[in-house]
């Protein structure tokens, strides 16, 4: 069975400075899809990236981005030039490539955005 | 095009009742999972279910049930309610195109349910 672990409960950057939140998962697939969802206090999850394991190339979005490591099983975010707007809880979620839609989520960690 | 619904957005239930939740997935998407998430155990895989079939389960208890209508909507259905399930339930929904592993999954509001 797959496993994702987020280490960091809790994170809090000023705004307009960049963080990093970390992911580590565990797989013996060779063949999967990473994404970082985002719950704000509303409670309604939002995509936020994704990224194919088969892909080498790291995922940006805008402010976003992601660096992967495949044989180290890491998966971090980076979000660039913080926004009041960016604090949420942070989940990092996989799904196997094997046709079904399930996520295996990760346990979180509550962004925080310093004025 | 309307998101995800998810109907009611709170409930309040007694242990050993039982419980229909619905959703309604975007227009044109095939598939409907559901996922519990409580401050304990975090989010949880429920089941998903694609053109009216479960294709895949959790591990959850088989008071947990499901079913998807053939416009896709789908309801869940908790029997015999105990405390523990008070929860947030999710439901999200996809394309799920053949040949397209990566169509996005788009979450509904939640349903908030509390068993007293």
């Known amino acids: 069975a797959q496993t994702v672990t987020q280490s960091q409960p809790e994170m809090s950057v000023q705004e307009a400075e960049t963080v990093t939140l970390s992911c580590t998962y565990d797989t013996s697939e060779s063949d999967y899809y990473l994404f970082w969802y985002k719950q704000p206090p509303s409670r309604q999850m939002i995509l936020v990236i994704r990224q194919e394991a088969y892909k080498q190339q790291n995922a940006t979005e805008n402010r976003f981005s992601v660096n992967f490591q495949k044989a180290a099983k890491s998966f971090s975010l980076k979000i660039s030039d913080s926004q009041l707007g960016d604090a949420a809880m942070y989940f990092c979620a996989y799904r196997s490539a094997s046709g079904n839609e399930k996520l295996t989520f990760g346990t979180g960690t509550r962004l925080t955005i310093i004025p | 095009k309307a998101g995800v619904t998810q109907t009611p957005r709170y409930l309040i239930k007694t242990r050993g009742q039982q419980v229909t939740l619905s959703c309604s997935p975007i227009?044109?998407?095939?598939?409907v999972s559901w996922y519990q998430q409580t401050p304990g155990q975090g989010l949880q895989f429920l089941f998903e279910?694609?053109?009216?079939?479960?294709?895949n389960k959790g591990n959850f208890p088989g008071r947990f049930s499901g079913r998807q209508f053939s416009n896709s909507r789908s309801e869940m259905n908790v029997s015999t309610l105990e405390l523990g399930d008070s929860a947030l339930y999710l439901c999200a929904s996809s394309l799920s195109r053949t040949g397209h592993s990566t169509d996005t999954q788009y979450f509904g509001p939640g349903t908030r349910l509390t068993v007293l």
């Open positions: 227009s044109g998407h095939r598939s």
């Open positions: 279910y694609f053109s009216e079939t479960q294709r």
